[in-house]
C-alpha cells in the first residue's frame, strides 16, 4: 500500500506532527496518472481528498458537452469539502491534470476534525471564502465582459502570478493550453487562439519556445481596466 | 436606541438565549429604508450584519453601470462574513430591499464566537458551502446558456421554491420585476419581458393581479432541462 505523509497539506498545517501522522494512517491513499478521473460528479461518494503530490482540476460537462473548469487544486491542497459538510451530491467531477498522489478522508472523519480542531475550521472557512470570492469575480466577468475581454483578464491573471524574468517581466510558464483557458473563462478554443495572437501582433506578449513572455504588463492592465469599465 | 434580539438569526440559533442577549448589546442596531444602501463596496469596514427584520439584496455595479445581483439576504440572515473573516475588502455592495432593522457586529467579536462556539463555526461553514455551490452553478448557467434560457431558469427556480395555489400549481408573489431578474440572471430588462410574454403565450404561465401563476410545470421543466442538454 502506497503511504506518505500530511505535512504539507496547508489544511492541517497547526496540527501536531503526531496528529498529521494519525490521520495519515486513517487515509486511503491512492496514485493517479494524468487524465484520471478522481471524483465523477455522478458519484455517492462523500470522502475529501488531499492532494499531496501533483495537480487536479475541478470542471463541469454541461449535458451538451461543453467543460466548464472551476479551480485548480495544487500539492498541498484538497478538494471535495463540500460534499463532505453538507450531505449534497458532488458538485463537479475532479480530474488529475499531472500524476497525483492523493489521500482520501472519510467524511466522518472529517467532520470529527473540523469540530475538534479549531485551526482547521478556520483554515476551511478561509478557503471557502476565497472560492466565494474568485467564484464572484468570474460571475462578474461572465455577465459585463466579451469573451475576447475574459481572455485577456485572465492572461493578465496568470501575469500577476508569474514569475518574472530578469527584466522584471512576466514569464508564464508552461505556455497557456488553448482549451485550457477556453474552460476557464467560458468561451471556445478559436476565440482564445485570436486573442492570443492578437496580443502578440501588438507586442503585449511573445510565444517563447516553452513560455509566454509578457512584454508589456501595463498595457494589458489598461486593455482589462478599460473594458471593465 | 433602537434593539431588539437576535433570537431570530439561524446562525446563532444554537447559542443559550442568555448569550444571544450579551451578544444582541454588543452590536450596535439600526433601521434602514428600503433602497437604502447598508454596505458599500468600496467601504473599508469589516463588520458583520444580521438581519433581523426586513431583506437585503448583495449586487455589484460594474463601473460600466451593470448591476450583477448575487444573492437576497432575508429575515434571520446575515452578510458581510468574508471580509470580517480574510480582512480583506468588501467583495459587493449590501442595500436593503425593505425597510431592515440590521444589527451590526464587530469582525473580532464575530471571530471569537466563530472560534469558541463550535456550532456557530459549523453553521457558517454550511452557509459558505450552500454560497460556492449557488455560484458554481450560476457559472454553468452563465458558461453553457443562452440568456432566454437562463431566465426560464429562474423562473423555474422561484416556481419550485414558490407556495402552491389549491390546485397545486405554483404562485409566484409578488410578480417577477423585470429588472431584477435580469441583474439576476445577468441579460437584460427587454430579455426577460420577452421571455415572460413567450411563457405566457404558450400557457405555462399566467399574469393574476398580484402574482405569476405557473400552469404547466411540468412543460417548463422539460424546457429548461431539454437546453441544458
Known amino acids: 500500500m502506497v503511504t506518505d505523509s500530511l505535512d504539507g497539506i496547508a489544511l492541517l498545517e497547526e496540527l501536531d506532527p503526531s496528529q498529521r501522522q494519525e490521520l495519515a494512517r486513517l487515509c486511503r491513499w491512492r496514485r493517479y496518472a494524468a487524465g484520471e478521473q478522481i471524483i465523477d460528479r455522478q458519484s455517492e461518494t462523500r470522502d475529501v481528498f488531499f492532494v499531496v503530490r501533483g495537480q487536479a482540476r475541478v470542471v463541469i460537462y454541461s449535458a451538451s458537452g461543453r467543460e466548464v473548469s472551476l479551480d485548480d487544486i495544487t500539492e498541498g491542497g484538497f478538494f471535495g469539502e463540500l460534499a463532505a459538510l ?23 472523519l472529517f467532520l470529527k476534525i473540523i469540530r475538534e480542531q479549531g485551526s482547521v475550521a478556520m483554515q476551511l472557512l478561509w478557503r471557502l471564502a ?7 469575480e468570474r460571475i462578474v466577468d461572465l455577465s459585463t465582459l466579451g469573451a475576447n475581454n475574459r481572455v485577456q483578464a485572465e492572461i493578465l491573471r496568470r501575469a500577476l502570478e508569474a514569475r518574472t524574468d530578469p527584466e522584471g517581466r512576466p514569464v508564464i510558464q508552461p505556455i497557456p493550453v488553448h482549451g485550457e483557458v477556453a474552460s476557464r473563462v467560458s468561451t471556445t478554443r478559436e476565440t482564445v487562439a485570436r486573442v492570443l495572437s492578437d496580443l502578440a501582433r501588438r507586442g503585449i ?9 509578457v512584454l508589456d504588463l501595463g498595457r494589458l492592465e489598461v486593455m482589462v481596466s478599460d473594458m471593465a469599465g
Chains 1, 2 share one sequence.
Not at 476565497?130 to 464572484?136: D, E
Not at 506578449?205 to 513572455?213: F, Q, T, W
Open 86 to 108: 453538507d450531505g449534497a451530491p458532488r458538485s463537479a467531477s475532479v480530474m488529475a491534470v499531472s500524476e497525483c498522489l492523493v489521500a482520501t478522508m472519510s467524511p466522518e
Open 130 to 136: 476565497a472560492m466565494v470570492r474568485a467564484s464572484t
Open 205 to 213: 506578449v511573445r510565444r517563447e519556445r516553452d513560455a509566454l513572455l
